[in-house]
């Protein structure tokens, strides 16, 4: 009965290569967010979609492509990995309209680029 | 800018009481929230506050002050469970994002 999940745990990659981390949530959310926990355990925000639409992309490199399918989903692709994209990444989910719009965040993904 | 402030570290006994302040410089307001994170899992929701005032729930209790920018956490009755970090966060205008401070560790000692 897991709320938000995120695929997979653990990702240990070379330099240069592309990789995917999936997410889905299924508490019938209609926000889903990617954000960037990165060694100093300061949590920044990447991206938000709502409905499948992003509304917002902050100050991310281009290598960072989000892709929601559905309402339910929200894969993170990264391209061209470079070390200083090691970090923890999670994703939540919301509902907008809801008081409090109250994130959920999946388990997280530690990615180490070598 | 974006600002917001929190302690990087505290330390409190079992069954003591500990406060944890947070102050905000945002471009936007829309709520302020706070998230407890244990090492090694996700953050996971606490308390919200987007008026004035004091919300309690259970041992925790959150407080929020929009003139002054504000806002604290109170814990009572520590654990030593409740050693996590501490994250407060301010939802942005459009309610699209959530701004989050760099995290309070808490160590709660027997």
């Known amino acids: 009965d897991t709320a938000v999940s995120q695929t997979p745990k653990y990702l240990v990659t070379q330099m240069g290569n592309d990789k995917s981390i999936k997410c889905e949530q299924n508490l019938g959310h209609d926000t889903m967010y990617w954000y960037k926990q990165d060694s100093k355990k300061f949590l920044k925000i990447m991206f938000s979609?709502?409905?499948?639409?992003?509304?917002i992309n902050e100050t991310v490199p281009n290598r960072f492509s989000p892709k929601s399918p559905d309402k339910a989903h929200l894969n993170l692709h990264i391209n061209s990995l470079e070390l200083g994209d090691s970090a923890v990444y999670f994703c939540?989910?919301?509902?907008?309209?809801?008081?409090?719009?109250?994130?959920?965040f999946g388990p997280g993904t530690r990615l180490t680029v070598l | 800018g974006q600002n917001i402030d929190q302690p990087t570290e505290m330390t409190a006994t079992e069954g003591a009481i500990v406060q944890i302040n947070c102050t905000y410089q945002?471009?936007?307001?829309?709520?302020l929230f706070w998230y407890q994170q244990h090492a090694g899992e996700a953050p996971t929701f606490l308390s919200y506050n987007v008026l004035d005032g004091l919300e309690e729930k259970g041992r925790f209790s959150s407080f929020l002050s929009r003139s002054k920018g504000y806002s604290y956490l109170l814990l009572k009755e520590l654990q030593m469970k409740d050693s996590a970090s501490y994250l407060c966060a301010v939802s942005n205008q459009a309610g699209t994002a959530l701004i989050f401070g760099k995290g309070t560790t808490l160590s709660v000692s027997s």
């Open positions: 945002t471009s936007g307001f829309n709520g």
């Open positions: 939540a989910s919301s509902h907008k309209g809801r008081e409090p719009d109250t994130q959920y």
């Open positions: 979609y709502n409905n499948k639409e992003l509304i």
